[in-house]
């Protein structure tokens, strides 16, 4: 059997199509692309294409195309032929009739410039058929096979032939359209509203009642990366990968939606193209039916805005709300902190100066007079830490290098700690045989040295501090280990946060720790700590400096 032979059934079922694509569907676009599929199809042929003549400018336009896979698209090659570059086929166009080719190297009279034409195309056979229009040849359309020989029978080119006459009909209509617009009265309106309805930022997307895309506007093209509108036409929005089946189902029952939704290009690109190739972005999708008086579907509409860097803002927008409130309760339980930890020494500074004034006894004096003493101490100290932090939070640091005897420094502090301590508590001081000397800030070293010890001592009861330092790594490190209270895992990670104190009800402002920190963050220094409840704890800072022996 003569596998060319196309039978009667699939050349009605063609014809009978294409019409009723003419008449239901108006965008000419999707009635002449699908005209050239099914011929693409009957003929199992390679290449099926329009060229419209375009005869103020003496050119042939290549203006449809639909290739068989595998077969190289000629459309973006050739653009357009001069008319004199082929008078031998066009003259037979012109005279209404179809040039039909069943070989191409057996071709009466086909000069060399146009068999050259066709050669370089790899086309074996092919039939070109005159679209015309109320007598008016407007251009022509050709079935080519390349990979075999085709015998074209009269059938064919028949078939051919009528639908080229559709294919007119549908230009013709379209420029009927284009003329009737330009003239009409309402052209300026409807100007007006195709530059809304391209321009509006909100993609929107026209679908035929059985979902094939049949119009987007500018916006969508962007918010979608599609740079030519004409390669999505005709696309079913039920192919969509990316588009839930729930939704697609809603829209089967003719009923709208509001979808939010990420938009995944990575998994489009069998779908259509798109300049995005990984990207996200996030869509909110509003489907819209428009429907007939019988509630019958005509159309779906999308509405679809690109939320991404709404998202972001939103986004955005709770990370600073979150760190505002954060801020916030720091700040009050701060500053509910600090009226306590004022109130108390200074509480009882006014009430035992004042009572000092009216006692003889000298040993009730001293007494009072080392309260004072000791409260005026803590409220020196506690406002030293606040105008520490608030000057180093503003970057500056306060930094003099000199040159520093560290173990002088360290028994210094060992003597003033021992005044300090109770008997329960014994305090051993671990430094190197050798005197080192660094060359760093003196102030600093001590106030380092100082909260650590303080610490220590605040949350020792009885057992050991024992502190000192080592050299390490071009720096020193200093430590305080102790046999205190110890800190809970779960406290571990507040101790060094601004204001942070682990037991609201202990003594301290929740500074001292943060102090270290953001001084230790200045010079590039570290600091660490391990601790165990009910053990204690072991504090350490290494410091960057130059070191002499
Ligand atoms: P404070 O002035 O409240 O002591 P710090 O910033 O110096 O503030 O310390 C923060 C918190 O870390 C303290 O409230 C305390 O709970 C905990 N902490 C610090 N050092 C020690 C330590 N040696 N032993 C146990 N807990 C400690």
Avoid at 488 to 512: C, H, M, P, W, Y
Wanted: with cysteine.
């Amino acid at each position: 059997m003569d596998c060319n032979i196309v039978s009667n059934a699939a050349c009605n079922n063609i014809f009978s199509h294409s019409l009723m694509t003419f008449y239901d569907e108006a965008n000419y676009h999707i009635v002449i692309n699908n005209i050239l599929k099914d011929v693409l199809n009957l003929y199992n042929a390679d290449r099926s294409y329009i060229f419209l003549y375009d005869l103020e400018n003496k050119v042939q336009k290549y203006s449809y195309e639909i290739c068989a896979e595998n077969v190289s698209p000629q459309i973006e090659i050739i653009k357009e032929i001069p008319l004199d570059n082929s008078p031998f086929i066009n003259n037979i166009l012109f005279n209404y009739s179809s040039f039909i080719v069943n070989d191409i190297d057996n071709v009466n009279d086909l000069p060399e410039i146009e068999y050259e034409i066709l050669k370089s195309q790899d086309i074996k056979s092919l039939i070109l058929t005159p679209i015309t229009h109320m007598n008016k040849i407007l251009g022509y359309m050709g079935v080519d096979i390349v990979k075999e020989y085709r015998n074209w029978s009269d059938q064919d080119t028949t078939l051919i032939f009528l639908l080229g006459q559709i294919v007119g009909a549908s230009v013709a209509r379209n420029k009927e359209n284009e003329k009737e617009l330009s003239t009409t009265h309402g052209n300026n309106i409807i100007r007006a509203l195709e530059s809304i309805y391209n321009d509006i930022p909100i993609g929107i997307e026209l679908y035929n009642s059985s979902g094939c895309a049949i119009d987007l506007n500018n916006t969508d093209m962007k918010i979608f990366g599609i740079e030519d509108k004409w390669k999505v036409m005709g696309l079913s929005i039920f192919d969509n990968p990316l588009f839930p089946d729930q939704y697609k189902d809603l829209l089967r029952q003719g009923k709208g939606f509001d979808l939010i939704f990420d938009y995944d290009f990575s998994k489009t690109t069998e779908y259509f193209k798109s300049n995005y190739k990984e990207e996200i972005k996030y869509i909110n999708c509003k489907a819209h039916i428009i429907k007939d008086k019988n509630d019958k579907t005509l159309y779906f509409i999308l509405f679809n805005s690109d939320i991404t860097s709404l998202r972001e803002m939103q986004q955005n927008l709770i990370i600073s709300k979150n760190k505002a409130e954060e801020a916030d309760k720091l700040k009050m339980a701060f500053l509910a902190n600090m009226s306590h930890e004022i109130r108390t020494p200074l509480n009882a500074i006014v009430g035992f100066s004042d009572i000092l004034l009216h006692t003889d006894a000298q040993d009730e004096k001293e007494e009072y007079s080392k309260i004072i003493s000791t409260n005026s101490e803590l409220l020196l100290n506690l406002i030293n830490d606040i105008l520490d932090l608030s000057k180093i939070e503003t970057g500056a640091l306060d930094y003099n290098e000199e040159l520093i005897d560290l173990n002088t420094l360290f028994e210094e502090f060992e003597t003033s700690f021992k005044l300090r301590l109770s008997k329960k508590i014994n305090l051993i001081l671990r430094i190197p045989a050798n005197k080192y000397r660094i060359h760093f800030d003196k102030k600093i070293t001590s106030q380092l040295l100082n909260n650590f010890l303080s610490n220590a001592v605040k949350y020792t009861i009885e057992g050991e501090i024992e502190f000192g330092y080592y050299i390490q790594d071009n720096g020193i490190k200093i430590f305080v280990r102790d046999t205190g209270i110890g800190i809970s895992e779960e406290n571990k990670k507040k101790i060094f946060n601004r204001f942070e104190k682990v037991d609201n009800f202990a003594q301290g402002t929740g500074l001292g720790l943060s102090i270290c920190k953001a001084i230790i963050d200045i010079i590039n220094g570290e600091i660490g700590f391990e601790s165990e409840l009910n053990k204690g704890s072991y504090f350490w800072v290494w410091i960057p400096c130059k070191i002499e022996s």
